[in-house]
Each structure stands twice: as structure tokens, then as C-alpha cells.
């Protein structure tokens, strides 16, 4: 994989956590419950529910990033992020353009009952909380930094992988949670 700036890649993954943040607070806020709550006919996901699938990752993912950054030394020498053959991987799966389905672990599958302005304060914090995260990673090196990812302990990502995926995943469900209300 090709090497990023490291601070051109925090930046762009910070304008896009930003520009997420705003979709939800200027479009989904707004909405009536009903609209929030209504699943597709084929038993798509809700807005709300995508927006727990995603707080669920949060739940995992917020805490895992700040421990291993708070284990690692700062290097603010390194200045640049290779991305791993997984990272990479992970990352291009998540990738809405083009892509069919794809099946959400029965630990992340949201419940149906949800109060929608729980979930979106919820959301909109975790959203602040990786921002800090982002910012946090600019003293550090993106490349030597391990995550253990949630489906197991024993695999490891790099910490910029990492932030890409949880962010393509961001994206993923964002976009689908955009088309149950248009």
C-alpha cells in the first residue's frame, strides 16, 4: 500500500466525520418519529437503526481506540500512514458504491424499539468523542498502532485502518438510512 500524510489523512477523516454529523442533525433531526422508525418493506433497517448499528460499533471501537493510544509512546516523527493488506480490506468492504448487502454480526443488529432522540444524541456524542480521537492520534503513529477489531481479540488493525473503516462504515450506513426517507 502507498504511504498517506498522516495529518492530510486525519483532517480529511475529521471533514468527514463533521460532514456525517451534519447529515444527521440537518436531516434526520428534523424528521417526525414515525418517519425515523418506519423499516422498509423488506425489512430494511430504520434511520434509527442504522444509527444504533453504528453506536453499537462506537461502543466497541471509542474505548478500544483510546486504550491503545493511551498503552502507545507519541511519535510525532512519523508522519506518514501505510495502510495494511487487512485494513484495506476491511475498509473497501464497507464501501456503499456498488455494493449489495452485507450481513450485520448478531451482536450489532439493533433492537426495533428505540427512542430516536436517544439514538441521535448517542450518535452525535460518539461522532465528538472520535473527532477528540482523531486529534488525539496526530501525536502518535497510525502505522505501529494496534486495534483489536470487534468480531475477535486476536485480530489486530492498524490504528489509521482502523479510522478509515470505522468511517467508510459510518458512511455505508448513513447513505442507507438517507434513502428510507427519500
Known sequence: ??????????????????????????????????????????????????????????????PAIKQSIKKANKDKNASTFTSGWLGNYFTNSMDYRGKGKVKAFKDYIPKEALNPKAVMDNFIANQEELIRLLDEAKDYNLTKIKVAISLTKWIKMKLGDVFQFLIMHNERHIVQAQSRIS
Open 1 to 62: 500500500m502507498k504511504a498517506q500524510n498522516k495529518a492530510e489523512l486525519i483532517e480529511r477523516l475529521q471533514i468527514e466525520v463533521r460532514r456525517q454529523t451534519e447529515v444527521v442533525t440537518n436531516h434526520f433531526q428534523a424528521l417526525n418519529k414515525d418517519k425515523l422508525l418506519r423499516t422498509t418493506d423488506s425489512g430494511g433497517w430504520s434511520v434509527i437503526q442504522n444509527l444504533e448499528h453504528l453506536n453499537l460499533y462506537y461502543a466497541y471501537y471509542n
